[in-house]
């Protein structure tokens, strides 16, 4: 019979663990037992298993917008905003973001409308749950409608109303995620008030960071519309021929069954730019071609730019009178918009043709209404556009002096 003392394995064994049973008044060693490893596996399932239920909820949302954007809209415009505050089925994200879309579906029909949209959707905004929504991912929304309001502002050829509209969106994407794709479309759309600022410099600064948060996504569509705005300020600079290369590579990324418009941009900036560079017959050509595409966008913004190139393509070929007709087609159409700078461009085009016809009366006329649009919209007197409207009106002057001289002249050899 084994004594009580005896170092049994069981009693080794413990001691192996809790280590020698130390002396009178030494400290007791703490035992330090493994403990079981944290199950990660659940956590995560759980955290995707929100998120599935997270993106369910907003699809659902999504699918309910439509209606429920008809149904606020179908409200007189001075009532909607009061409706919006105090109807909490209308305070959701599909909701906002189906504002959004609306406001930009009326960019070139009503830009007061598109802008009046907008400030609609960051009404709503104010509505959203933050602790749900998260208040980054409403600040990124925010920006949005901002850009809205810039996009509707400078349709209506107000820049300085633009600036301030961009400046407010930068702000809130300052406060928001970060994403780079928020910002890189910000970028563009900034971009393109420089150019009609003419500020090629900060447009092309703009463009280059935009075109690399893009390329770096893999954001194929809008490479390719980033490149036709880059396009756009190399032709604006006199540089039509440097544009092309970026046109080609443009339609080489742009999916036109997905977006008919953008591939409809790209020909057009195209054909633009041919014009420029003197190539006439390729640029009618390339009209002909894209007239299925002309025909699928029937608003008035479109089909004045497309009368705009087919006056500047006749009067390339002497075509006088086709040339006048469509240029003056193209300047009511933009007026019609409140597009002042482009109506005062294509003026500058219909200002050519009557100056080599010796139109005084008409040249002076459009170039005091070219001169006052460019000064309105905060062009400098220094920029290209406003110094050809000063100079054609100089021409005027002049040419009715001349018919003032010679008019003295037969008069006194009449006498």
């Known amino acids: 019979?084994?004594?009580?003392?005896?170092?049994?394995?069981?009693?080794?064994?413990?001691r192996s663990l809790l280590?020698?049973?130390?002396?009178?008044?030494?400290?007791?060693?703490?035992?330090?037992?493994?403990?079981p490893a944290p199950d990660y596996g659940g956590a995560l399932e759980r955290s995707a298993r929100k998120l599935l239920e997270r993106q369910a909820a907003v699809d659902r949302e999504r699918d309910e917008a439509e209606d429920l954007v008809q149904k606020l809209l179908a409200h007189a415009p001075e009532r909607q905003a009061a409706r919006l505050r105090a109807e909490p089925r209308f305070h959701t994200w599909g909701v906002l973001e189906k504002l959004l879309e609306t406001s930009r579906e009326r960019l070139l029909t009503d830009?007061?409308?598109?802008?009046?949209?907008?400030?609609?959707?960051?009404?709503?905004?104010?509505?959203?749950d933050t602790a749900y929504y998260g208040l980054t991912r409403i600040a990124d929304m925010r920006a949005r409608a901002w850009t809205a309001h810039a996009e509707a502002r400078q349709m209506r050829s107000d820049f300085a109303g633009t600036e301030e509209?961009?400046?407010?969106?930068?702000?809130?994407?300052?406060?928001?995620?970060?994403?780079?794709?928020?910002?890189?479309?910000?970028?563009?759309?900034?971009?393109g008030l420089r150019r009609c600022q003419r500020q090629p410099g900060a447009a092309r600064e703009l463009l280059r960071k935009a075109i690399e948060i893009f390329v770096e996504n893999g954001e194929d569509q809008r490479v390719g519309s980033a490149l036709v705005s880059l396009a756009a300020?190399?032709?604006?600079?006199?540089?039509?021929?440097?544009?092309?290369?970026?046109?080609?590579e443009a339609l080489h990324r742009i999916d036109g069954e997905l977006e008919p418009r953008l591939l409809l941009l790209a020909r057009h900036t195209l054909i633009d730019c041919l014009i420029a560079a003197g190539r006439f017959m390729e640029a009618r050509g390339t009209l002909i071609r894209a007239r299925p595409l002309y025909r699928r966008q029937p608003d008035t913004w479109m089909q004045s730019h497309l009368r705009w190139l087919r006056g500047r393509i006749a009067f390339g070929f002497d075509q006088?009178?086709?040339?006048?007709?469509?240029?003056?087609?193209?300047?009511?159409?933009?007026?019609?918009?409140?597009?002042?700078?482009e109506a005062a461009l294509a003026g500058l085009d219909l200002a050519v043709l009557y100056a080599r016809q010796e139109r005084a009366a008409d040249l002076k006329s459009l170039a005091a209404e070219a001169?006052?649009?460019?000064a309105d919209c905060g062009l400098a007197r220094e920029t290209r556009e406003a110094r050809v409207a000063l100079a054609f009106h100089r021409q005027a002057e002049e040419i009715e002096g001349a018919y003032q001289e010679l008019a003295r002249a037969a008069g006194a050899f009449g006498e």
Not at 19 to 35: I, T
């Open 371 to 374: 001169a006052g649009a460019f």
């Open 19 to 35: 280590g020698a049973r130390p002396a009178d008044g030494e400290p007791c060693k703490v035992l330090h037992l493994p403990r």
């Open 233 to 248: 300020v190399h032709r604006d600079e006199g540089e039509p021929l440097q544009a092309l290369p970026l046109l080609n």
């Open 111 to 128: 830009s007061r409308e598109s802008e009046r949209l907008a400030g609609l959707a960051l009404a709503q905004s104010e509505h959203l």
């Open 165 to 191: 509209a961009y400046a407010a969106a930068r702000r809130h994407l300052l406060a928001g995620t970060g994403d780079s794709l928020e910002w890189a479309v910000l970028f563009e759309g900034e971009a």
């Open 320 to 341: 006088s009178a086709e040339a006048e007709a469509e240029l003056l087609g193209a300047r009511t159409g933009f007026l019609a918009l409140g597009s002042r700078f």
């Open 1 to 14: 019979m084994h004594s009580s003392n005896s170092d049994s394995p069981l009693k080794r064994f413990l």
